[in-house]
């Protein structure tokens, strides 16, 4: 098997079609909304355009933190690598580049990225490949998962209960992906 080229992606940037909330004008409510974010380092123009209404954003960012940063189950590798597949399906560059690159930091190293950016197959572990081609056969439209996936992701070592929480983050990157798209465009 020929090696992966060498990989690297930077940080691609999200600009939104709204104005964003700016945190010196926000109200007390989207204040305490921006709060449930969950880098307390950066709040993003997406987190401020989601809270003009920030009864919806703490609902879906309370859900989202649930799925995608619990300790427990699934590991986080494994979500990003689903978010990944999901946002890729959907067209979502800016998520497929931050879900690669948390992927890559939580897995400590770029070969999983780096063979699904250069189309190798071959070179993805048999659980990487399972949950990619669940991700991918869950999101598309209509849906094309099926029992040959789960039995894949069984025999890569996903149990059932890891089996429910890949299935939660590829749902949650179908729906976020569909937020995304009409708010804003990503560039570079």
Known sequence: MTALPSFRLKPLTWSPHLPPVEVEDATPRQLEAMQV???ATK????????????DSYVARTELFNAIMYVAEG????????????ASLVNGCRYCANVHARRHMALSGGSDTVAALWWNRRDALSDRDRAVIDFAKALTATPP?????????????????????????????????????????????
């Open 37 to 39: 974010t969950p880098s």
């Open 43 to 54: 709040v993003s123009p997406y987190v401020r355009t989601l809270v003009h209404d920030p």
């Open 74 to 85: 699934l590991p986080r590798a494994d979500r990003e690598l689903g978010a990944l597949g």
């Open 144 to 188: 094309q998962a099926d029992a040959s996936h789960i039995r894949a992701l069984r025999d890569a070592g996903v149990d059932d209960a890891g089996i429910v929480d890949l299935i939660h983050a590829i749902a949650i990157f179908g729906w976020a992906n569909r937020l995304m798209h009409p708010l804003g465009r990503s560039g570079e």
